[in-house]
C-alpha cells in the first residue's frame, strides 16, 4: 500500500559508483565541460572542501574531486553526468558550516562556487539583488552601502549567499530583522538529474503554488544546488548605536538582556558572551582592546537621535539596575566596529582555548522560547563543569538562540559530545530546538528525531526520495539514508 511517508527500512539503500574508472571516466567529461584547470583531483584540495576546525573529518571522507562551475547550465551539465554515473555531490561555497553539512561521506564530487560570485543586479527601486552563490555577504554589504541599503543576515564573516540559503542561516541581526527565510524571495536551483528550476518570479509576495523557495532554504544541498538568488534588501540603519555593558554574574547579564526584550524597545541586535568567550577573546588577541573578563552584553539600536538617546538611557538604567560593572555607547563608526568586532569573532576566538593543537573543538546551536534562556544557560553552565573541558556560552539572547562551545582532549571527544546532547534535549524539554541557525548535517541527525519525531522524519525522507531518488544530492545529512 502506498504511504505519504517512508520508513529508512522501506527504503533501498542508495547504490554509488565512485570506483577509481568511473571517476576517470567522469572526469574527463567534466574537463571537456569546464576545462582542465577547473577539474581539482588534489588530495590537500578536496579534503579542504570537506573538513573544518569545527568538524575535522578523516583524510578518507572527501570528494574525489572538486569541480568548478560558472553557470548554472554548467551545473546541470554536471549533475546530469553524475546522474548518470550515480556518482554523490556536495556543494561548497564559504566552508563555514558547523554541523557537518560538507563532510562527504560517500566521496564523489563537490561543485565549489567560488567562479560563481557575482552580483548580477541590484534593483534599488524594487529594493532587491540578484546574486550568484559564490557571493560574499560582507562583499554585497559593502556594495549596498553606496546604495543606501543593506542585507540583514550576518554569520560568519565569511560565509557566502549559497551556503547561507541552504543552511538557513541568521546571525546577530536575526532579532530584529528574522532568519534567512525571511530575505530570499526566488531561487535558481538545479535538480539531482540536472532540472533547472526557478522558484519563484520577483514580486515580492507570491501565492502560486508549492512555496519550492522555502523547502530548498535549510534542506542543506540535499534536494536541489542553489545557482541564483534574488534576495532582498533593506534601507540601512540611521544614525545606528553600539552599547556594551558587563556583569559580575551570567544571571545578571542575561536578566538584562532578557528585560530589553520584554520592554518593547526598538533595538537591533540583543547578543551575551559569558566570561570565559570574553576570556577567549583577549587570548585569541584578534580584538584590538583588551577586555574586561565578565559577562558582557552587546547592543544594538537605531533610528532618529531622540529616539536613540531615549534607548540608550534606557538600556544604561536597565543595565544598572542589574548591578552592571561598567557600561559604554558610542555612535562613531570606527568605536563600533571595534566593538562589534569581539562578538563577531567570538567563534574563531573559542579556538584560542585550545591547550594543544589535537584538542577537539565542539559547538552546539540550541534555542529556546526565550522566558526559558536563562534557564538554558543556568543548566548548561552545570553541565559543562568537567575537568579539561573548557566550557563557554555565547547567546542570540534578544531570539533565545545559544551557542555553547567546548574544547577537550581528543581523548575525551565522546564524553563532551554527550554534554552537548544533554544541552540539546533540554532545549527540546523546554519547547525549543536543537539547531536555532547551523542546520543539522551529520551531527544532529539523531538529535533531530527526538526533537521532531519518527513520522516527520519519514515525510522529509519521501521528499527526498521524490527529487533526488538516487539520494545523489549531499547524502547522510539532516536524517539517515
Known amino acids: 500500500m502506498a504511504s505519504s511517508t517512508t520508513t529508512i527500512d522501506q527504503m533501498q539503500a542508495p547504490s554509488y559508483d565512485t570506483s577509481p574508472q568511473n571517476i576517470a571516466l567522469a572526469k574527463q567529461e567534466f574537463e571537456a565541460l569546464l576545462g582542465h584547470q577547473s577539474v581539482l583531483s588534489d588530495p590537500a584540495q578536496c579534503h579542504a572542501r570537506s573538513s573544518s576546525s569545527w568538524m575535522p573529518v578523516p583524510l578518507d571522507q572527501r570528494p574525489n574531486l572538486v569541480l568548478l562551475p560558472?553557470?548554472?547550465?554548467?551545473?546541470?551539465?554536471?549533475?546530469?553526468?553524475?546522474?548518470?554515473?550515480?556518482?554523490?555531490?556536495?556543494?561548497?561555497?564559504?566552508?563555514t558550516s558547523l554541523p557537518g553539512a560538507l563532510v562527504c561521506t560517500r566521496g564523489g564530487v563537490c561543485v565549489d562556487f567560488q567562479k560563481m560570485a557575482k552580483i548580477l543586479c541590484v534593483h534599488k527601486e524594487d529594493m532587491d539583488a540578484v546574486v550568484q552563490p559564490g557571493v560574499r555577504w560582507r562583499e554585497l554589504d559593502t556594495r549596498l552601502e553606496e546604495e543606501g541599503f543593506f542585507f540583514p543576515p550576518d554569520p560568519a564573516l565569511d560565509a557566502c549567499i549559497g551556503g547561507m540559503v541552504t543552511m538557513s542561516c541568521a546571525g546577530t541581526n536575526a532579532y530584529r530583522y528574522g532568519t534567512m527565510k525571511e530575505w530570499v524571495i526566488s531561487l535558481t536551483a538545479v535538480l539531482a538529474d540536472g532540472t533547472i528550476i526557478k522558484t519563484k518570479q520577483r514580486p515580492r509576495k507570491s501565492s502560486a503554488g508549492y512555496d519550492l523557495t522555502h523547502l530548498l532554504i535549510g534542506s542543506e544541498g540535499t534536494l536541489g544546488l542553489v545557482t541564483e538568488a534574488i534576495i532582498k534588501v533593506a534601507a540601512r540603519p540611521k544614525n545606528q548605536h553600539v552599547a556594551v555593558a558587563t556583569f559580575p554574574g551570567l544571571q545578571k547579564a542575561a536578566k538584562t538582556g532578557l528585560a530589553l526584550v520584554n520592554s518593547g524597545m526598538l533595538l537591533d541586535a540583543v547578543e551575551l558572551l559569558d566570561h570565559v568567550s570574553v576570556k577567549a577573546i583577549n587570548v585569541s588577541g584578534l580584538s584590538s582592546i583588551h577586555w574586561d573578563e565578565l559577562p558582557t552584553v552587546f547592543l544594538k539600536t537605531s533610528g532618529s537621535q531622540n529616539s536613540v538617546a531615549d534607548s540608550l538611557a534606557a538600556i544604561e538604567k536597565t543595565a544598572k539596575a542589574h548591578d552592571c560593572q561598567s557600561f559604554e555607547a558610542t555612535g562613531d563608526r570606527e568605536r563600533m566596529d571595534v566593538l562589534w568586532n569581539a562578538r563577531k569573532i567570538d567563534g574563531k576566538a573559542a579556538l584560542a582555548m585550545k591547550k594543544d593543537p589535537s584538542d577537539i573543538a565542539l559547538l552546539g546551536d540550541a534555542a529556546v522560547p526565550i522566558s526559558r534562556v536563562a534557564d538554558l544557560m543556568e543548566a548548561s553552565h552545570r553541565l559543562m563543569n568537567v575537568p579539561e573541558v573548557t566550557g563557554s556560552i555565547t547567546a542570540h539572547i534578544g531570539d533565545g538562540n545559544l551557542h555553547v562551545k567546548l574544547i577537550c582532549p581528543a581523548r575525551l571527544k565522546a564524553e563532551t559530545e554527550a554534554i552537548l546532547q544533554k544541552v540539546d534535549r533540554l532545549a527540546v524539554e523546554m519547547e525549543g530546538t536543537v539547531s536555532g541557525e547551523h542546520g543539522i548535517g551529520l551531527k544532529l541527525r539523531d538529535q533531530l528525531v527526538h526533537e521532531l519525531g519518527n513520522d516527520t522524519i519519514d515525510a522529509m525522507r519521501s521528499i527526498k526520495l521524490s527529487l533526488d531518488p538516487l539520494c545523489i544530492l549531499n547524502p547522510d545529512k539532516v536524517f539517515r539514508i
Open 70 to 95: 560558472q553557470s548554472t547550465e554548467d551545473v546541470s551539465a554536471i549533475m546530469r553526468i553524475c546522474h548518470a554515473r550515480r556518482i554523490p555531490v556536495t556543494a561548497y561555497s564559504g566552508g
